[in-house]
């Protein structure tokens, strides 16, 4: 089983950008992107059910960023706008096979499967 992230890049302020996160070998229940910036610890960004009933976005990213899913597909996205300079991070893809409920989706401990990592830089 493989979460593979992509999409990530150097874009200006004000710009956009999408992440997508593909499953390999399974589906799960629910997904996540979490974020580390330099020097700082790994935060929670959005997370989401795989059956879209139930969504959640960090503070500092609603109204800016949204996550969504593709059945078809079997992935994750990460719609990002507005970046700001605050921004630039490696953002992880997560998933569990757990349908978590809204209040535990910004646990780290609470996902099995990350990915590598997709860097976004926000130039000022």
């Known amino acids: 089983v493989q979460l593979q992230a992509s999409g990530g890049g150097l874009v200006q302020a004000g710009g956009s950008l999408r992440l997508s996160c593909a499953a390999s070998?399974?589906?799960?229940?629910?997904y996540a992107w979490f974020r580390q910036a330099p020097g700082k610890e790994r935060e929670f960004v959005a997370g989401?059910?795989?059956?879209?009933?139930?969504?959640r976005h960090a503070d500092s990213v609603k109204g800016r960023f949204t996550i969504s899913r593709d059945r078809a597909n079997n992935a994750a996205y990460l719609q990002m706008n507005s970046l700001k300079p605050e921004d630039t991070a490696v953002y992880y893809c997560?998933?569990?096979?757990?349908?978590?409920?809204?209040?535990?989706?910004?646990?780290?401990?609470?996902?099995?499967?990350w990915g590598r990592g997709t860097l976004v830089t926000v130039s000022s």
């Open positions: 070998g399974r589906t799960f229940s629910t």
């Open positions: 997560t998933a569990t096979s757990r349908s978590l409920i809204w209040s535990s989706m910004d646990g780290q401990n609470a996902y099995d499967y």
């Open positions: 989401m059910r795989w059956s879209g009933s139930t969504t």
